[in-house]
Nanobody
Framework: QVQLVESGGGLVQAGGSLRLSCAAS????????MGWFRQAPGKEREFVAA????????YYADSVKGRFTISRDNAKSTAYLQMNSLKSEETDVYYC???????????????WGQGTQVTVSS
C-alpha cells in the first residue's frame, strides 16, 4: 500500500505560481513513477505531468510544457509540481498518483491522493 497526501493548493491570480507537493508513505517511494492529474467537476481526470522512477524521465501534457515542472525527492518520499504562469482555465482539483510505470492514463495509476484545490482568478 502507498498513501499519498497532496498539499500546496490555494488561490492565485492568473500569471502567478504555485508549488504542489505529494507526500508518500508505505512502500518504497523510489520504485514508483508519479503523476499529476487535474479534474474539474463532471469531467474526466486529465493528465498534467509524470516522472519515472528512472532518473531523468519526465513527461508533460502539451498545454503545460514550458510552464510546469515535475520533480521528486526520493529521500523525502515526495513529488512536486511547480506551476508557473497559471491560467484561469487551470482551476481544478489536482491529484497525484503512483504507478509502476509512468503513464498519461489515469487508469494506469494504482494509488491516488485526496486532491488539492487550485483556483486561478482572472
Amino acid at each position: 500500500q502507498v498513501q499519498l497526501v497532496e498539499s500546496g493548493g490555494g488561490l492565485v491570480q492568473a500569471g502567478g505560481s504555485l508549488r504542489l507537493s505529494c507526500a508518500a508513505s508505505g512502500r518504497t517511494f523510489s520504485s514508483y513513477s508519479m503523476g499529476w492529474f487535474r479534474q474539474a467537476p463532471g469531467k474526466e481526470r486529465e493528465f498534467v505531468a509524470a516522472i519515472s522512477w528512472k532518473p531523468g524521465l519526465t513527461y508533460y501534457a502539451d498545454s503545460v510544457k514550458g510552464r510546469f515542472t515535475i520533480s521528486r525527492d526520493n529521500a523525502k518520499s515526495t513529488a512536486y509540481l511547480q506551476m508557473n504562469s497559471l491560467k484561469s482555465e487551470e482551476t481544478d482539483v489536482y491529484y497525484c498518483g503512483a504507478t509502476a510505470r509512468a503513464s498519461q492514463l489515469a487508469g494506469d495509476y494504482t494509488y491516488w491522493g485526496q486532491g488539492t484545490q487550485v483556483t486561478v482568478s482572472s
